[in-house]
């Protein structure tokens, strides 16, 4: 009898497939998948897989309270999908409700072309450590790109298969100052997209990264300040802006943490000054191209 229970209890708690629906034929690939709502439901974890259980296309993705969820890189075509939704609560075990399946569409042409989208192409000043990526496109299975210092040359990167993925980290940083051609050819069972746009952006010049400040007021060491004091310290020249950190040790950032605080650090004079609700006192190095302050 108790067993019986267990198992209603179950079932009534997990929920029903509303998109495509459990037993569904010829579903997109690129699919958004959508159930029931369960109340009182902390979060949903999601796998998708083409066995029962399985996480070969989607390993337990946690997405919050929302009751859908669209795979990023689509679903393999004419296949059977199995989706298994995890209930996830902070307060009892996790429910890990039983799969539910649909089958896709057969794709049986070559995917279209992609489009960069960070960087976008003609961006400009781009930090030399970005990553590429690019727009998913329906029926891709994989994406072969092409990195070079001019149109057609592939110098960084030639015809390198990333596999089904929308992002590439490049082994080593792009050139300062350079304009970076790159072309992604989506590809599938059927073949690859034909006469792809090779795209462009430009990275940034060597920054040229500011020296350390000195507060001038309160002094470094000085005791018994008030509890509202005026922070004064040293212009630096070449500092785009100052980051402000406030804390009761060296260590700590508990009372500002390298922020404005709503007010304007911009250097605008040879002397800049704000007014904390609190201080203690060290200054650290620069992280950016702005002079960095802790206090």
Known sequence: MLFICNSLTFSQECPDLLAPLDGETSVAVDA???WEPVTGVTGYIISLGTTPGGVEVINQQTIGTV???TPPVGMPDNTIIYITITLFFFDQPDIVCSSQSFMTEDITIAPNCT??????NGDIDINVATNIMWDYVTGATGYIITIGTAAGLGDIVNNLDVGNTLIYNPVVDFPFDTQ???????YNENGM??????????????????????IISPTDGEINVGLSPLIEWQAVTGAAGYRLYIGSSPFDNDVLNGDTNGLNFVLKESLLIVS???LSATIREGETTNATLSV
Do not use: K, Q
């Not at 489009?115 to 976008?120: K, Q, W």
């Not at 970076?180 to 989506?186: A, S």
């Not at 792809?196 to 990275?203: L, R």
């Open 193 to 214: 997209a034909g006469s792809c746009v090779e795209e462009n952006f430009t990275t940034g010049p060597l920054a040229v990264l500011p020296s350390c400040t000195t």
């Open 115 to 120: 489009l960069l989208n960070s960087p976008l």
């Open 276 to 278: 904390p609700t609190n």
């Open 67 to 69: 009751t859908s969820y």
């Open 180 to 186: 970076i051609f790159v072309e992604i050819v989506p």
């Open 32 to 34: 958004s998948i959508s």
